[in-house]
């Protein structure tokens, strides 16, 4: 263990953030300020003229992939009703060996970037192997609209995301408010925010929320070993409920594979 | 210099650049359906339900049966690059970076955390806000 201040410091970046009149606030050392060394403070202090769902993260080198980072939600008005609120959903990949570390291994190669040892929805994930970790879960109750706040915080990966059974209304794509339009998946690329609606109209019960790596978007090795079967990737359950008191345990899948056999059944009210 | 390298580089020109963007676009029609990824083939139907983006409400108070209508005359028909409120009221965080090791799924890994958690906090705000966001370094070890 080797600690080099010059790969310690770090300044933080307000995603899309507009920063008129406000430059210096904008978080990019090298740029815009000089990064912050190990024992220094800094306030940012921005007037938020747009809402919606962004992340700030650091930009200081590769650290963000290192952790650095988190969601920031403005409120404001929005394309359609809803009812609740359910958050921002962080998807990334995620990686055993530091970004840093990584970066500075691949600079002289010319290598591609390394494949990803997992992947992470809301900073949690069951493990390659099918045991450690656990799958994110979301609880809607049947009837409801559900607001969701979609950003890719990866280093490498690109998804597809998508809730099985369930369609999706886009109402922002960034900090831009939409003519609401209904898919059934999206494509998230890196540092992109989608604001969906879900209608919990189905079938009480339990359904994968499924990010998918796509192929010449970055590489997975938890969807490298399932290409064969399904290239399904990491999930996250969204579980609905008949009503918000009548929780029930989400059924866990023991490994990934598993993932195929998941069909909707009924909650225990 | 390696293609990760190169790849992280304009990965970060890109995230530079976005606010940017923002500012020097022209006004958005925002009554435009976006497309984002028409060339995936990717399945789009208008929603059944109608759009809330043409109504506009200044004497109105947001619920989540009016979603579209927000404070004093601000709205979802708003354009937001060119007008904003200002609520004059400051929001505060406080987000400490250090080392830690976690294991997000059961593999343990060094992370550098914000407010010992991994993603860091999320930082709430209402439109128009002034955020006052203070960050720490506080890394000891890149290790």
């Not at chain 1, 607001?147 to 998804?159: I, Q, S």
């Not at chain 1, 590489?219 to 399904?230: G, I, V």
Request: aromatic residues 8%; charged residues 10%.
């Amino acid at each position: 263990m080797v600690a080099l201040a010059n790969l310690l410091s770090t300044s933080v970046h307000w995603h899309g953030v507009s920063q008129m009149g406000t430059n210096n606030m904008d978080g990019v050392n090298g740029v815009t300020e000089c990064p912050l060394a190990p024992g220094q403070s800094k306030t940012y202090t921005f007037l938020a003229t747009q809402y919606g769902t962004t992340w700030y993260h650091s930009h200081f080198s590769s650290q963000y992939g290192d952790g650095v980072l988190g969601p920031i939600v403005i409120n404001g008005p929005a394309s359609q009703n809803y009812d609740v609120d359910l958050g921002v959903l962080p998807i990334t990949d995620w990686y055993y060996t530091a970004a840093q570390q990584l970066d500075y291994r691949l600079a002289p190669t010319g290598n591609l970037p390394p494949v990803a040892d997992n992947g992470l929805i809301n900073g949690t994930m069951v493990g390659p192997s099918g045991s450690g970790g656990k799958y994110n879960v979301n609880t809607m109750q049947a009837g409801k609209t559900y607001r969701l706040r979609l950003v890719n915080t990866a280093v490498d990966n690109h998804f597809r995301v998508s809730l099985d059974g369930h369609l999706m209304t886009v109402v922002q794509a960034d900090f831009v408010a939409t003519e609401p339009y209904t898919t059934d998946w999206l494509f998230v690329a890196i540092g992109q925010r989608y604001d969906v609606l879900i209608h919990a109209n189905q079938t009480v019960g339990n359904y994968w929320f499924r990010a998918q790596v796509q192929s010449l978007c970055g590489d997975n090795a938890n969807s490298s070993k399932l290409h064969q079967s399904r290239d399904e990737f990491i999930a996250n359950t969204m579980q609905t409920t008949s009503s918000l008191s009548s929780r029930t345990r989400v059924h866990q899948a023991a490994t990934l594979t598993h993932l195929q056999a998941i069909t909707p059944r009924a909650v225990m009210t | 210099m390696g293609s990760f390298s190169r790849y992280l580089s304009s990965f970060a020109l890109l995230l530079h650049t976005l606010p940017q963007l923002a500012v020097a676009r022209p006004t958005v029609d925002i009554l435009t359906p976006i497309t984002p990824h028409s060339a995936h083939d990717q399945s789009i139907r208008h929603s059944a339900h109608s759009s809330l983006l043409l109504s506009r409400s200044t004497n109105c108070t947001h619920s989540s049966s009016d979603r579209a209508c927000w404070s004093d005359g601000f709205d979802i028909s708003t354009d937001s690059e060119t007008s904003w409120p200002n609520t004059g009221k400051t929001v505060s965080y406080n987000l400490e970076i250090t080392n830690t090791t976690m294991s997000p799924d059961g593999t343990p890994v060094m992370v550098f955390a914000v407010n010992g958690q991994y993603p860091g906090p999320t930082i709430t705000a209402d439109w128009g806000d002034t955020l006052s966001v203070t960050v720490k370094n506080s890394l000891q070890y890149n290790g």
